[in-house]
């Protein structure tokens, strides 16, 4: 079993920075592949950013695509998603995903290849 909790969230303003962070319990962090995904109100959940279980590989939706940088720290088991040049279209609830596979980035763009999930964390942006 893993748990994923997710913090950095908050209010900012259009333009600004945050920095997502999502701590995961377990021995096997290495060994899983870690996803980023949101969800606004009314809205299904979209994949934002992945990056394989060595950190070697990293996928980023278009729509952050220049803006948004996912890294892991596989000593800390914790993945981050820095966020930057933020729009009010990011306001969502952001959810980190870890999948047990070693397989590449692409594969960890599709919501239902991830094993475990985090409660979310809630980020908003205003104009």
């Known amino acids: 079993q893993v748990q994923l909790v997710e913090s950095g969230g908050g209010l900012v303003q259009a333009g600004g920075s945050l920095r997502l962070s999502c701590a995961a319990s377990?021995?096997?962090?290495?060994?899983?592949?870690m996803g980023w995904f949101r969800q606004a109100p009314g809205k299904e959940r979209e994949f934002v950013s992945a990056?394989?279980?060595?950190?070697?590989?990293?996928n980023v939706a278009d729509s952050v695509k220049g803006r948004f940088t996912i890294s892991r720290d596989n000593a800390k088991n914790t993945v981050y998603l820095q966020m930057n040049s933020l729009k009010p279209e990011d306001t969502a609830v952001y959810y980190c995903?870890?999948?047990?596979?070693?397989?590449?980035?692409?594969?960890?763009?599709?919501?239902?290849?991830?094993?475990?999930w985090g409660q979310g964390t809630q980020v908003t942006v205003s104009s």
């Open positions: 995903a870890a999948a047990r596979t070693s397989a590449g980035s692409r594969w960890l763009t599709r919501r239902m290849n991830y094993d475990y």
């Open positions: 990056i394989t279980w060595g950190g070697d590989e990293t």
């Open positions: 377990g021995r096997t962090f290495s060994s899983f592949g």
